[in-house]
């Protein structure tokens, strides 16, 4: 709006003559008549619009603010008349602006036009009046928008438009393959939608608006190939079985459709690009957890053969075949069976990790590096019982033909295994607690002192090795059932797995062991068979030293003995200490020197007497 001001130029006055006299009276004159008409236009125009005063195009002049708005109200309609075309796509819908909570506010309409000329001091108030009657003013109506009918309008359209986007999936119920199909999401903008119609309505002009609409697409659409893989999956049951070639005859093992099932999962992947996918697979975690359990029943160590060495022909003969190991590989297998399963295979060999052992049954003795006796050693078990030799029989079989890498330790204990009845050993006296009584496995110290006396007089380093608790007189017998003293201190005891014998093949050959029991010669023979490298060993003993008597002899009553009945069942023995010096050379050089120290406690004459037997003051032999 423009305001058109014109302003009243007031000259000082400086002297008082009859002509500027007259001039003056004559302007009053002129101001008493326009004061005159000045009053009747106020008077004419009391509570009502001055002349050329306009809103939004209806002259509202010479109107009472009342007459003015009902004027106003009747003329202005585009709230209601007003046509606003909301468009998405294909459809449409027509809303008129008030619908959008636009409406006419004629009272504060009409305040405005009346306020023209009123509003300021006098003279501002005359210049307004005069320059409306000069230039007529058009003044914009008051529009009042209530953006929250426009909010609830868009709302309950978005209704209409809105459309959840919905991710293709796959799932199991049971054996049954659930499969839904992806669809692109549409949604309203509200914000955007109140916005563009908020300037449409200020217009006040008609007009198409396009809805903004924000239309989504799922990363994943379709789903219809994994869900037909899964199909193929549970579309017969899955069998696990050994790979061809395998010994034994252990499985299959068989997964009913149902059970597979249960096992399959359906996992949605996302890739490095942002797209997805969704994954049938086998669940790792159960399948897993089967295979493991498996683990146990499929291993096979890998075992060299055993051999035995012919010193005529100089060639190794097998006397056990060798030993393939495996392991199952329950990572190898879980792959192998989804790769299986999704080519539609249903029969899948387990993955087996194959060990085969440094000697097979074509190993060679030059292959081996076996050409010479290197050592043989011989002890003598003259008076054990049956059950001893039957117990010095089976373990030292466990050692017959048996090979020991180069640079290896062997462990006696390894190799014995299980001492116990069902392995062919027997009962018999053994050294227990400090007592000496009756257990399985009685005389197999004979066989660990006579591997210990094997590498130690062959010159192998000795890592591992315990005495007896107390001088054994079997272990100090030579041929002709006479004690030779010289051996104390070159006895050993194993007692699995606590108490080991150990010796290291420090050689850059393979060493065989051969063991061979005579009943009637009462002789336990061990050889070693490998190249011999030069070295000998020579020793030395100190004899035994520090000896203390056998203390009293003991008694012990025994239930299963008649009365008057007493059994002598181990010998007094004094205690002592032994040192024996060992000395490896080879071509003249000290290659080994050790010594093998043992105490020896002093130890009773022991009896086993019956219930109710009177006991000797002084025993006997």
């Not at 236009?41 to 109107?63: C, E, R, W």
């Not at 076996?370 to 050592?375: E, G, H, K």
């Not at 050993?492 to 797995?497: D, E, K, S």
Request: neutral net charge; hydrophobic residues 40%.
């Amino acid at each position: 709006m423009q305001t058109i001001s014109s302003p009243i130029q007031v000259k000082k006055v400086t002297g008082v003559d009859q002509l500027l006299v007259a001039a003056l009276s004559g302007i009053l004159l002129f101001f008493l008549v326009a004061g005159g008409g000045l009053i009747g236009f106020q008077f004419a125009n009391t509570g009502k619009i001055y002349p050329g005063v306009s809103v939004a195009g209806v002259d509202m002049s010479g109107l009472t603010p009342a007459q003015a708005s009902a004027r106003l109200s009747a003329q202005i309609n585009y709230p209601q008349t007003g046509r606003i075309y909301l468009q998405d796509g294909q459809q449409a819908w027509r809303v008129t602006p008030a619908e959008m909570g636009l409406y006419l506010d004629p009272e504060t309409s009409v305040a405005q036009a009346f306020k023209m000329g009123r509003s300021q001091g006098l003279l501002d108030d005359l210049t307004t009046q005069l320059r409306t009657l000069q230039s007529p003013i058009n003044l914009p109506p008051v529009m009042v928008y209530d953006q929250r009918q426009a909010h609830r309008y868009f709302t309950n359209l978005a209704g209409q438009i809105n459309k959840p986007m919905v991710e293709a999936s796959v799932s199991l119920n049971g054996v049954e393959v659930v499969v839904r199909s992806g669809q692109g999401g549409r949604e309203l903008d509200l914000p955007a939608s109140l916005e563009r119609v908020s300037v449409q309505i200020q217009s006040m002009q008609d007009g198409v608006l396009q809805l903004p609409v924000t239309e989504s697409t799922p990363i994943i659409l379709d789903a219809s190939t994994q869900a037909e893989l899964a199909r193929k999956i549970l579309s017969q049951p899955l069998t696990l079985q050994l790979p061809q070639g395998q010994p034994d005859k252990l499985g299959p093992w068989t997964f009913d459709v149902k059970t597979l099932a249960s096992m399959l999962t359906v996992a949605r992947v996302q890739k490095p690009d942002g797209s997805a996918s969704f994954e049938v697979t086998v669940d790792s975690s159960k399948l897993g957890a089967f295979l493991k359990n498996l683990v146990p029943s499929l291993a096979r160590d890998s075992q060299n053969a055993r051999f035995t060495y012919n010193d005529q022909t100089r060639k190794l003969e097998v006397i056990q075949h060798a030993v393939i190991g495996r392991a199952l590989d329950v990572n190898g297998t879980l792959k192998a069976v989804q790769t299986s399963l999704e080519k539609g295979e249903h029969s899948v060999p387990l993955v087996l990790t194959i060990t085969q052992p440094p000697a097979s049954d074509d190993t060679t003795a030059e292959q081996l590096g076996i050409r010479d006796l290197v050592r043989q050693e011989i002890s003598y078990f003259y008076g054990s019982s049956a059950g001893r030799i039957q117990n010095i029989t089976a373990a030292s079989a466990r050692f017959h033909g048996v090979l020991v890498a180069p640079g290896a330790t062997f462990s006696m204990s390894d190799t014995i295994g299980d001492i116990s009845l069902d392995n062919g050993f027997a009962e018999a006296l053994i050294i227990y607690n400090g007592r000496t009584v009756k257990g399985v496995g009685g005389g197999v110290c004979q066989v660990s002192t006579t591997l210990f006396r094997a590498a130690f007089f062959a010159g192998y380093p000795i890592v591992e090795r315990s005495a007896h608790a107390y001088r054994v007189s079997y272990y100090e017998k030579v041929a002709g059932n006479k004690i030779d003293a010289r051996l104390a201190g070159l006895d050993a005891t194993v007692f699995v797995p606590l108490v080991d014998f150990k010796f290291k093949n420090d050689s850059t050959s393979w060493l065989l062991m051969e063991t061979y029991v005579n009943p009637k010669t009462a002789t336990l023979t061990w050889k070693f068979y490998s190249t011999s490298d030069g070295r000998k060993a020579t020793w030395e003993t100190t004899g035994l030293t520090n000896i203390v008597p056998a203390p009293d002899p003991v008694y012990r009553e025994n239930t299963d003995l008649a009365k008057g009945k007493i059994n002598h069942i181990d010998y007094a023995v004094e205690g002592a200490d032994v040192a024996v010096t060992r000395t490896v050379t080879r071509d003249g050089k000290i290659i080994l020197k050790d010594v093998i120290r043992t105490h020896y406690v002093p130890w009773p004459d022991q009896y086993e007497y019956g219930p109710g037997t009177e006991l000797p003051t002084t025993p006997g032999n």
